[in-house]
């Protein structure tokens, strides 16, 4: 009976304290409570904005608009440069005679130049491509110019123009002779022969230093208006019309015969002058000397 009561008891008081636990609301209260206060609180939590407020620190961008004081610096620095470098070039000009005026020759390829104006004459000086030699005078033959040796400046040689383009002022300047010829020559008329028309034969004597080798003569007629080319490589002399004695060339000393062609009419009585150019080779090239001759057959 004693055991029974205390298990009656002991129950009794177990369900009282549930009872009490789950009718109490103010243990739940509290924590809505809390939440409530915490929602409330929230808007305190707003001052975010102020924050963002800082945005006017990107207003100090401007500091990288500083970025446009800084580069008119270079390109000061780099007129500076080209400045100078525009007064340094003309301390080293490529061409100094011509630079100051003087007539100049510059040379295209390597070419002689000689102690006269002919390919007869000697070598003084080989003129390299691309060089640059001073012109001291013109000349009176179109072809060629007295320049100066560069390797002997008190020197001066004929240097032949087909390879050389000039600058400067060229009718500044004096004229120059060409030195005597080596190729000189007497001219004496024959006679009249008719062969192939009727042909005009002048003898030749050779008085120069060099042997002769050709021969040009244009020969006109004063009387009837006319003219006459004739070129041959050979001084041969005629018989008849047909070579009595063949003549290739005249050493100095020697005597050989030139041609005037083909005239269709017996021009004798007639007032004849020929223009006759010798040369020392083959082809009408070397020394040569031309000499206009009047005569009357």
């Known amino acids: ?36 206060i915490s929602t409330t609180v929230a808007p305190s939590v707003t001052p975010l904005p102020p924050t963002n407020t800082p945005l006017p620190t990107n207003t100090t961008a401007p500091t990288a608009t500083k970025a446009p004081t800084q580069t008119p610096l270079p390109t000061e620095a780099t007129t500076v440069t080209q400045a100078a470098l525009a007064t340094a070039t003309p301390a080293t000009p490529t061409n100094p005679p011509s630079t100051s005026g003087a007539p100049v020759a510059h040379v295209n390829e390597n070419t002689n130049c000689r102690s006269g104006p ?3 004459y000697s070598p003084i000086v080989v003129l390299l491509s691309g060089q640059d030699v001073k012109i001291v005078s013109r000349t009176t033959l179109d072809d060629y110019l007295l320049v100066e040796n560069p390797e002997n400046p008190p020197e001066t040689c004929w ?21 005597p010829p080596l190729v000189s020559y007497n001219l004496a008329f024959t006679r009249v022969l008719p062969c192939t028309g009727y042909t005009l034969e002048i003898k030749v004597l050779n008085t120069g230093e060099k042997t002769i080798q050709a021969y040009t003569v244009v020969a006109k007629d004063l009387t009837s208006h006319t003219q006459q080319t004739t070129s041959s490589p050979v001084f041969d002399l005629l018989e008849g019309c047909v070579i009595a004695q063949a003549i290739g060339y ?22 004849i ?12 090239t070397g020394a040569c000397v031309t000499q206009v001759y009047t005569f009357t057959p």
């Open 273 to 284: 002058e020929a223009d006759v150019t010798i040369c020392s080779h083959n082809d009408m």
């Open 1 to 36: 009976m004693k055991k029974y009561t205390k298990t009656l008891l002991l129950a009794l008081l177990t369900a009282s304290i549930l009872l009490t636990a789950c009718s109490s609301p103010t243990t739940a209260s509290p924590t809505n409570t809390q939440a409530q």
């Open 118 to 120: 002919s390919s007869d």
């Open 159 to 179: 240097l032949w123009t087909q390879f050389v383009t000039t600058s400067g002022d060229l009718a500044s300047l004096p004229v120059a002779t060409p030195p």
């Open 250 to 271: 005249i050493d100095p000393g020697k005597v050989g015969y030139i041609y005037a062609n083909y005239f269709p009419y017996d021009p004798t009585g007639h007032v």
